[in-house]
């Protein structure tokens, strides 16, 4: 069964700080990974989506890494900001012909003044 | 470009109620999901489209639920009767090649 497993579940950090999300996967066969932020409220946005073939992809002071032998990955974000509160869900997509995504059920993070 | 657009954006409705929720996808997305949020099970795929027709609706729950695709610019997701399980964030997303793009949802509560 595809699964996507994150952690931690929620994290708590002061501004300005430093934090690495994981996410760990069981999904055949593998197309892409793509991580997504959510504020509350809204709907998902997509912050880097990586192939079989790509290690790391950053979007500004988030850099995801993938290591698509041990089926890990991580998103790493640099001198946080109050408004980097939010979840974060890790997505991997399979190719069936049709591309079906499985969600992580997200890291919610708080970013404390 | 105004983005996928959602209505309502929040819906309390009675068991047994009819509830019709709406979706606009981004003009020239060839495919189009429906998903549901709950904070147990996260985000889940209820059916897709693409190029208006169903592909795969093997995550509707049950016969309750249907959606239509009538036209490129207009999905409708609609549960008859509703219960309290149904109560979700429904979210509607487009899609053009590997990009997806989600709608602010709808917060739907069955009392």
């Known amino acids: 069964k595809n699964q996507v497993e994150q952690s931690p579940q929620s994290l708590i950090i002061l501004e300005g700080k430093n934090c690495t999300l994981q996410c760990n996967y069981t999904v055949s066969p593998f197309s892409n990974l793509r991580w997504y932020k959510q504020d509350t409220g809204r709907g998902p946005v997509s912050l880097t989506i990586m192939t079989f073939s790509e290690n790391t992809k950053s979007n500004g002071r988030y850099t995801a890494t993938l290591d698509a032998d041990t089926k890990q990955s991580s998103l790493h974000i640099t001198a946080s900001q109050l408004s980097d509160s939010a979840s974060y869900i890790c997505v991997v997509s399979a190719d069936f012909g049709n591309e079906k995504l499985t969600f992580g059920t997200g890291t919610r993070l708080t970013i404390i003044p | 470009d105004a983005g996928v657009i959602q209505s309502p954006r929040h819906e309390v409705t009675e068991m047994g109620q009819e509830v019709t929720l709406r979706c606009k996808p981004i003009?020239?997305?060839?495919?189009l999901f429906w998903y549901r949020q709950t904070m147990m099970r996260g985000l889940e795929l209820l059916i897709y489209f693409n190029n208006n027709v169903p592909i795969d609706d093997s995550g509707m729950p049950e016969d309750r639920f249907s959606a239509k695709m009538p036209n490129a610019s207009f999905s409708t997701l609609k549960i008859q009767p509703s219960e309290p399980r149904d109560s979700a964030v429904y979210f509607c997303a487009s899609r053009v090649g590997y990009g997806y793009t989600f709608g602010s949802g709808t917060r739907l509560t069955v009392v």
């Open positions: 003009s020239g997305h060839n495919s």
